[in-house]
């Protein structure tokens, strides 16, 4: 494609109006209707993209191994870098500029007054384009992701490609439809006494101002994409912080933004790259300043907390943690609900935000198809099912990929030390490797499966981000869902699940959980994974729980990032 900057923001508006006009429209449509689509597949399959497609992606990001990230911004003092890769634990040794944050609070700044007067249409064309092109890299995008988090290629391919390109385009289209609610001239009349009076008005939209958005280790661009597109679209510039073991994916999309961005003659500065080191973070410096007026934060819920706590007069959107639980009160085959739990845990070794990790059992059992099961025998039936899956290592590397870093193995670790002497605990699964059949280096570690007592609210009532299952007895399935929906309310959740073949204890336990603001699937079983949360049709958290204080995507994740200013005087 051509690098020559398109002559006005006319002639950039009618050639990327032509290419993408047609998926804007598509989009909005499908936030109202809630349906399955996407402009895009999420197949890695050789018969959609063609055979070259794979290698020549993966070909483009092992080139850039021992070199640096060249990207053109302002104030560079150094270039860092720190990825080591969780499949061969080698150093990626690429390197990144690190820019002084006033530069790139300057350079924002500048971008910021010529940004702010493209009409917001063309704006989200220009994240359209941005999106596209991220998209037909996406095979060198999986790479990254699996070199930097751990994911396997199929789900670094689909989770932090199209799903999460997705996840942009469905907070554009909100942010659309926000902006195109402000109508942006009328004539108002109206007499007072003997006078007739008559003003013409103009309504402005108006960006907030600069925005940091805080990227998260274990999927870079999964929260990272919606928040640089809410930004772009309502004209904020966007400085982009990518967590320090996990640099690649964001830089990439930085890369390709200022690249459209220059290309159709607009400012490259409307995006930038904040990297920074573990013992020397930068965050900070962008959030005292007052420049800075959006902050997008997705990680732990302790700085995550500490932000919602300090920050008051700026626009902040958090996704952090929670412990997402299972309720099971009755199955009618407890192999097939036990593979859909088991599975879910499992998958990127439960380094994810929507992964299951507290069950709740009755006490006295469940009723399943084959008679009652016990608490032990749900926890035997995961167990079973994870056994299964570690078999066939090509099919566990394809679920569980490889884990991030240390600090989850030692979560692991931790929590068998807590329970090694506790009474009442029984460990019926060991967590331990599995041999991954491609990098015999890769940092792998496969599901603890224990019962622990209800009192031990202690471990189970904390998110372990690592792969761990406590199955906790209850003196009943109401309790079940009482202990359930307290942990959302007091320690916040994203995704929580019921299994029931009650449909009257399913319908009493509904309104538990919407009072916890909490999103609950009900007996998901089958292929689809119990926790994908699809675009454009599912609202990934709720706001209403310590988990996170925005939803992806919904109106208010859009419409405060701007505001309006008008004008009047007599027509």
Known sequence: MATQATASPDAAYKELSARHSDTLARAIEAV???????????????????????????????????????IDQPGITEWIGDEVSPYTRKSLDITYPRSEPAALIEAGNAALASWRKVNFETRALVCLEIAQRLYDRNFEMAHAIMHVAGQSYVQAFAGSGP????????????????????????????????????????YT????????????????????HPALFANLATGNPAIMKPHPIAIFPVAMTVKIAREVLSEF????????????????????????????????FTGSARYGSQLENSITKKALFTETSGVNSVVIESVADLPTTARAVARSASLFSAQMCTSPQTIFVPANGIATGKGTASPRDVAQALAAEIDALVENPKAAAGVMGAVQAELSMDVVDAVRGKLADAKGVEIVREASPYPHPEYPEARTLTPLVTVVPAEMEAVYADEQFGPVLFVVPTQSADDAVARATRLAKENGTIATYLYSTNEDFIARSTDAYEEAGANLSINLHGSMWINFAAAYSDYHVTGLNPAGNASLADLAFVASRFRIVQRRRPE
């Open 32 to 70: 109202s209707t809630r349906e399955s689509w996407s402009p895009f597949s999420d197949s890695p399959s050789s018969k959609i993209h063609g055979a070259e497609k794979p290698a020549e992606g993966q070909a483009a990001f092992m080139a850039w191994l021992g070199k640096r990230y060249e």
């Open 163 to 202: 799903n999460a390109l997705d996840r942009g385009i469905e907070a554009l289209a909100y942010a659309v439809k926000a902006m195109r609610d402000v109508t942006p001239h009328a004539v108002w009349r109206r007499k007072f006494g003997p006078d007739d009076v008559a003003l013409e008005k103009h």
């Open 205 to 224: 939209i108006m960006p907030r101002g600069l925005a940091l958005v805080i990227c998260c280790a274990s999927f870079p661009t999964w929260n990272s």
């Open 265 to 296: 003659g607009f400012d490259p500065n409307v995006v930038t790259l904040a990297t920074d080191t573990r013992d020397e973070p930068v965050a900070q410096a962008f959030i005292d300043d007052p420049a800075v007026q959006i902050i997008d």
